[in-house]
């Protein structure tokens, strides 16, 4: 087969456009939300300080945010590969998967069946069983392998049924790195008539999305965890977004996607997270439109990213037995979870801390994943690369790492 070859990420130049990295810290607390680039700062500001009105197109503070909403639409069309009528702003993953679990579960019915997973961030677990609890819905689990770090997928045609209505599984593990086939979970969900909602929070940070190659109905992420600020983006067809009534006041607007972001938007937050797409985009080179360069710059991210993460292992296993790593999934991002035999994780991460090297210790709201590891600890460390990751950040991890398990 023939491989097309992939140019380097130029991280000397993507590291000089963020001001934080200038304190000096190694940052591999990415999972939990990158650093910011400067230009993400000065979007936020500059829509921020206006002129800036409600939405409209009579005066030119009114079409700045007007202008605002439209190119955020558009900048996560291309990023997600989905439509724009379909993009929804939300304050959180979490917030718009209550939202969205809520609204849905006005059509379902008591033997009706949700299935969740145990490779899932609680944000995805949590908001859809106490709506299925709410209507006397059933709840089924897709179980995660310990040794593989993946979902039991030779269980999917038993978990999956004629009864089930919705499917909620993650795109990435936030814990572990593991990406299960959602394609393939998404397959056998249609197949039976059920809907896919998938939490791409961590997927997003590390592969480029397409809606529809992934089978998502519905598809959450967060721009903090990709260089934005704190907000967080649903996409799905506008067709699908057409028949979901959620509560809402009886003035606001009845289209889609304006009937489920509640309130007046924040425009200033969404010209940031417009702002973060563009840096990636800014990453894929000159060639083609902004979906071709985003593409190809998650090309790049994650070639440099398992490089380093090579690294990382083969000094991680030399560590071996007084730590274990668990991210071991043969698909998975650069994200890794160790946990560890006679120390607490906490004082590891605060030993690393000392020296300048940020990887926090937790369970990082992955309830399940980690109670189905049954790891027989409280808490891991968890190390995440990111595209500003760098090899000297990598060389003190390793050294700190070492002199903490001395």
Known sequence: MEHTAV??????????GFPALASGIAHFDGPGGTQTPAVV??????????????RGRSAV??????????????????FLGADPRGIVYGRSATQLTYDFSRALAKRWRPGDELVVTQLDHDANVRPWIQAADRVGMAVRWLRLDPATAQLRLDELDRVVTDRTRLVAVTGASNLLGSKPDVARIAERAHAVGALVHVDAVHLAAHDAIDLGTLGADLLVCSPYKFFGPH??????????????RPDKLLPSTDAV??????????????AGATAAVDVIAGLGGERGDRR?????????IEQHELRLRERIEA??????PRLTLHSVAAERTSTLFVTFAGHDPFAVSAALAERGVLAPAGTFYAHEPFRALGVGASAGLRVGLAPYSSDDDVDRLLEGLSAALA
Do not use: K, Q, W
Not at 65 to 75: E, G, H, K, L, Q
Not at 232 to 244: D, F, G, N, R
């Open 41 to 54: 700062g000065e979007a936020i500001a500059r829509t921020l300080t206006g002129p800036l009105s409600n």
């Open 257 to 270: 996607p304006e009937r489920f972001e509640l309130g007046t938007l924040p425009y200033e937050l969404m």
């Open 292 to 300: 071709a360069r985003i593409v190809a710059a998650n090309a790049r």
């Open 61 to 78: 503070s009114e079409r700045n945010a007007d202008d605002a909403v439209a190119a955020f639409r558009s900048a996560f069309v291309d």
């Open 7 to 16: 140019a380097d990420l130029d991280v000397d130049a993507l590291r000089a």
């Open 315 to 320: 000094h991680l296993r030399s560590l071996e």
């Open 231 to 244: 907000c967080a983006v649903l996409a799905a067809s506008p067709e699908l977004l057409e028949t979901i």
